[in-house]
């Protein structure tokens, strides 16, 4: 019996969730050839299938994907005597080139074998309990779904670790610069050296992460000052700065001028 979580297409521009259901397929059942206008994602529960595109025909099992690219003639069919269940989601939207890139669907590949991924959609039934929320579940679902597809086909041999750390501890600055964030604490949250964060930050950076940081922290203060009307005691707090007099002496190293100055140059 066929399944349908009842939808509204929502129109999110990065990832919409466009439609869902599951099928206890009987023997024989198909489905095609034909096409879509969007990314559909079928995931095998239980028994077994077919799945033709571009004239090859790939045998399929419990645990098995296969993606359905926009219009993109595909054709399935269950197995006659061990008919598979499948679930679905078919989805639409900008982000979801790039998610696909570092997913193992990569270039043409549509079929990828994943048992890890059956309870994120064994639990995307439970949209049908969520009557004015459903499309951001299952949004939520296709994100915790691509997570978990990426942590399996990272791409460990293209990418440096060192290249890596330097980025989560650069993205980590630009995010937490107003909390009370070090080098140390950087290093400890990555699990790795501080010394060689500052060696890989200082080569994929071409900074040290304490200047990145006292930088990025005093450029957002003079946003907050010069455009956003902020006092100097507020920037300095909001920027991470307890000690007022240390943020000024700061301030006026880096732009020539104290903060109160900044504020209105005139």
């Given at each position: ?110 079929i990828l074998c ?93 900074d040290t992460p ?57």
């Amino acid at each position: 019996m066929n399944h349908n979580v009842p939808l509204l297409n929502r129109g999110y521009k990065e990832l919409n969730a466009l439609n869902c259901g599951w099928e206890d397929c009987e023997s024989g059942h198909s489905f095609g050839p034909a096409s879509r206008d969007y990314y559909l994602i079928h995931y095998i529960i239980s028994g077994f299938g077919t799945f033709e595109r571009s004239g090859t025909t790939h045998s399929l099992s419990r645990g098995s994907m296969f993606l359905i690219r926009p219009y993109e003639f595909t054709f399935y069919k269950a197995d006659a005597h061990e008919p598979w269940e499948y679930i679905w989601i078919g989805f639409a939207g900008e982000l979801v080139p790039e998610l696909l890139q570092h997913s193992g669907f990569s270039g043409n590949n549509s079929i990828l074998c994943l048992p890890s991924l059956r309870n994120t959609f064994l639990s995307m039934k439970d949209a049908t309990s969520l009557p004015h929320s459903a499309e951001l579940f299952l949004t939520s679902k296709i994100y915790e779904m691509f997570s978990m597809l990426h942590e399996e086909f990272r791409p460990s041999q293209n990418v440096s670790s060192g290249s890596l750390y330097s980025k989560r501890a650069k993205d980590h600055i630009m995010t937490n610069y107003a909390n009370h964030i070090s080098v140390e604490s950087i290093a400890n949250m990555l699990g790795i050296d501080r010394r060689y964060l500052c060696r890989v930050f200082f080569k994929y950076v071409g900074d040290t992460p304490q200047n990145f940081l006292v930088n990025y922290r005093l450029e957002k203060a003079a946003d907050l000052l010069a455009k956003h009307g902020y006092s100097v005691g507020e920037a300095a707090r909001s920027t991470g700065y307890d000690d007022i007099y240390n943020f000024s002496k700061m301030f006026k190293k880096k732009y020539g001028v104290p903060p109160s100055r900044y504020k209105n140059p005139g």
